[in-house]
């Protein structure tokens, strides 16, 4: 009977040591509620209004860094483009006889995106999470003109030689809005993550972004006022620790 007795109370110690085992190895899988990533990928960006009356639409190629706290998110990405030019004298610099005395030496402008952005996760599902964004963004188009001299030939003809070159840039800071539409590809557990000790959930989805930013360029002869339109598709990986 003693011997019973032992016994029951071993299994009934085992039990309780297996059972809180259990609830221990739960509560150390549910994952913070911090997380943080990285994104990069390609679109496109369309200017409107007087912006559009200068530059052309451009492809874009973008990188950002993310992190979130429950579904408050927090980004900044920088984006590269090299759109056509519509106005070869954009300055509008004449001599008297009405001659430009400036002429873009570059076949594209460069165009660099500079944005910080917060936003909200409103909507959470399995395979989708929707996120819409409010912030900044630095605009900057850069490129080089040609100083013109206009003078007479020999027949008469007007001609021209470039007497030097500049650069030259319209820089602006603006209000921008977007939509994270991020649609998850997969989920797992990670003990080399590539920030942080521990074990790391890791996410990776597809992010499609339409964004609508503000641009204004007063060195611009008339000064210039619209928007770049535009989207991005970008690949984004997520980490959440573990055991918190």
Request: overall charge positive; glycine content about 10%.
């Amino acid at each position: 009977m003693n011997t019973f007795k032992k016994i029951a109370t071993l299994c009934a110690i085992a039990l309780a040591t297996v059972a809180i085992h259990a609830q221990s190895n739960q509560s150390a899988s549910e994952p913070s509620d911090f997380s943080y990533g990285i994104y990069g990928g390609a679109g496109a960006a369309f200017p409107t209004a007087g912006v559009a009356d200068n530059f052309k639409g451009s492809a874009l190629f973008q990188i950002g860094l993310t992190g979130a706290y429950q579904n408050l998110r927090l980004k900044t990405d920088v984006a590269f483009g090299q759109p056509s030019f519509k106005n070869r004298n954009i300055f509008a610099r004449y001599d008297d006889a009405g001659h430009p005395t400036q002429d873009n030496s570059n076949a594209d402008a460069s165009l660099l995106l500079w944005t910080v952005q917060a936003g909200y996760r409103v909507y959470h599902g399995h395979r989708l999470s929707v996120t819409p964004n409010v912030g900044f963004v630095m605009s900057r188009y850069g490129w080089d003109v040609n100083n013109l001299e206009w003078s007479k030939d020999k027949d008469g003809e007007d001609q021209f030689q470039v007497t030097s070159s500049e650069k030259v840039n319209c820089k602006n800071w603006n209000w921008m809005v977007s939509i994270d539409f991020d649609i998850r590809l997969h989920t797992t557990i990670t003990d080399k993550p590539f920030l942080g000790n521990g074990s790391k959930r890791f996410t990776s989805s597809i992010r499609v972004t339409p964004f609508v930013a503000g641009v204004k360029h007063s060195k611009t002869v008339p000064s210039a006022r619209g928007c770049l339109m535009g989207a991005t598709v970008s690949y984004l990986g997520l980490l959440q620790s573990l055991g918190f």
